[in-house]
């Protein structure tokens, strides 16, 4: 059974930012602790969409270079958007509405109810998948406690099995 993570804006723009913040460099320690479990990571097209064209805006163009090497690197597998996602996000969408819990404007494309659609289509019920993100309140809508808070679970990650690697990361 495949362990799937699939993440957001927040922790793809880490993944791909540049080795001078604690932060990223602590995520991407978690990333390379995730491949060797054997972890499939999955960023959305969606996702890449909202950050590739912030890393154009601020023309960032070494974290460009760096997005596109991970996928170059078959370490992490941009998921292309299917008719059968946009489908359930159109399902999401109105239902959210429904119960009034929606996450954006009723005009508004709602990138987080895409990316939540996204990932329910790719990752199977016999799969055990999450979902890494800094908006697990908007996410957890969706797709309810598969949403994984980034700092949390890379902290948790950290106390643990990084911290049984190197006794003075505990």
Known sequence: MARILVFDS??????????????????????????????????????DYEL?????????????????ALYASNRVRCLSISDAAMRTAARLWADA????????????????????????????????WQIITENVGHISRYVGDRARSRRSVVGDWFKSERGLLDPELG
């Open 97 to 128: 509405r429904r119960r009034g819990q929606q996450t954006a404007h009723d005009h508004a494309l709602d990138a987080d109810v895409i990316f939540s659609a996204q990932a329910i289509e790719f990752c199977s019920d016999l799969d055990e």
């Open 10 to 47: 927040d922790p793809a723009g880490l993944a791909c930012h540049g080795k001078g913040n604690p932060e990223a460099n602590e995520f991407r320690a978690w990333m390379h602790g995730q491949w060797g479990a054997g972890s499939i990571l999955v960023i959305p097209a969606i996702v």
């Open 52 to 68: 590739r064209r912030s890393l154009i805006l601020a023309e960032a163009w070494d974290g460009l270079v760096r997005l596109d």
